[in-house]
């Protein structure tokens, strides 16, 4: 038998996609296509695809009468049906070699990197309304590195041996779980939506994957790759539709293994609830993985460089209209630099351009569907009405065409306002100014005002300043940036996750989440085992 190693795996490149450019040329061919071709959508299980119930339509966010195609709703029978084809495949799978296993998400890897990198990117474009950039670090480069970082951390599991006594041969069998795994995925970040559903499946278990509904477009690309790169069927099972449809059933199943889930934190608490409800019918306690919402903050103290602040709130906040679990949401910020920092954010969000993200001079696109849309607006109305609150840019909202809303800056007098305490998750950012000299004072604040613990980033030229707000918040963030913005986590960089009430701080880019998905056997061989039952105490 050969002990073996999966390539060194490295960060995707980020392609340019500039005027002129080959990746260019190739996603405008992929956008033209997809844009009139009006996909069918189904569930697969095992193997199969599946098209019938209630079909429900795709349409691009940023333009209602452009028709991507239409999924289909499953109903109880297909969830069923799924999680017995989990089952099914579960022997064969988790048997099946490990490097026989990582091959199959490695080749999925260079299958996105490569022949399906211009149709993922016009994909995501279209149905989640991403700009190319934001698009291509997530749907292709962070999923690629998932998928070839997860190889190699399966690997180190494997090979994490423990020590032996003389006489004796101590090993540890990393078991895949017993039962199946349930992912229940986001629409915000199709990387986290292939990855929830490929990393407890490349250590062996089996997976009944939920993804969002208004992800449906782009998960159905995943599941082909998946398919392409020669996934046994039944190892992956795609179930499309109403969440209380799939998850009332998943959730009381005796077989249910583990919960890998991005999404809300009321969501993600009433899963919990639904476990500890059904703890007595399960074959083994589930293994339960979330990372839920955030209320992420920045915090600048007298020292820190404006500019370079700026720059983080418009990127942090506004980028992907503030759809990321990530994005900057609250920021307090000297009074010393009130008049400089409004007058630099003004000028500075008047210029972004919104609209379709198939003009690339747009910096901003369309928020995901009409829910989110009177979500978000909601808390800009409310923003309107509070004495205690000033729309210092932005403010406007339309969804005639597609649903959009102008990157809005709330400056608030009130250090407990509703925007400074709720998770908004669009482009809406809300700034308290406090006094030059409590910093300390407002680091407390800080950790004190929101239930949530996802990310945070502190601006310091001073050390002394960027050390006290590391100790201070240390609990407040689970990812932490030191004068840079609080998005963009790199996979094998910044393992991603927060606790309190933003998740289980399981670490989604390290090798924290993947050891999740196994269940450690420790086996002891005596080679010379004892002949008489007497110690030598005895004699």
Known sequence: MTIFRVPDPINEPISSYAKGTKERAELEVALKELKFLQKDIPSVIGGKEFMSGKKVEISCPHNHKQIL??????????????IASCLDAYQAWSQTPWEHRAAIFLKAADLLAGPYRAEMNAATMLAHSKNIFQSEIDAVCELVDFFRFNARYMQEIYQNQPGSAPQIWDRTDHRPLEGFVFAVTPFNFVSISGNLAAAPAMLGNVVLWKPSETASYTSHLIMKIFQEAGLPDGVINMVLGDGPTVGNIALTDKNLAGIHFTGSTATFQKMWKTVGENISNYRAYPRIVGETGGKNFII?????????????????????????????????????????????????????????????????????????????????????????????????????????????????????????????????????????????????????????????????????????????????????????????????????????????????????NMLRWVSPRSIKENFVPPRNYKYPFMS
């Open 69 to 82: 195609g239409t999924y289909y709703e499953v109903t109880e029978t297909e969830v069923k049906e799924a």
């Open 300 to 512: 600048a103290h007298h020292s820190a460089n404006e500019d370079e602040l700026v720059t983080a709130m418009i990127r942090g906040a506004f980028e992907f209209q503030g759809q990321k679990c990530s994005a900057a949401s609250r920021c307090y910020i000297p009074s010393s630099f009130e008049d400089s920092v409004k007058k630099k954010l003004v000028a500075q969000i008047s210029e972004l351009k919104m609209g379709d993200p198939e003009d690339y001079f747009n910096f901003v696109n369309a928020v995901i569907d009409e829910r989110a849309f009177k979500k978000i607006s909601g808390f800009i109305d409310y923003a309107k009405q509070d004495s205690s609150c000033e729309i210092l840019v932005g403010g406007e909202y339309d969804d005639t065409e597609g649903y959009f809303i102008r990157p809005t800056v709330v400056v608030t007098t009130d250090a407990h306002c509703k925007l400074i305490e709720e998770e908004i998750f669009g482009p809406v950012l809300t700034i308290y100014f406090y006094e030059d000299d409590k910093f300390e004072e407002t680091l407390s604040l800080l950790d004190s005002t929101s239930p949530y613990a996802l990310t945070g980033a502190v601006f310091a030229i001073d050390r002394n300043a960027a050390i006290l707000a590391e100790k201070r918040l240390r609990h407040a963030a689970g990812n932490f940036y030191i004068n840079d913005k609080p998005t963009g986590a790199v996979v094998g960089q910044q393992p991603f996750g927060g606790g309190r009430g933003s998740g289980t701080n399981d670490k989604a880019g390290g090798i924290q």
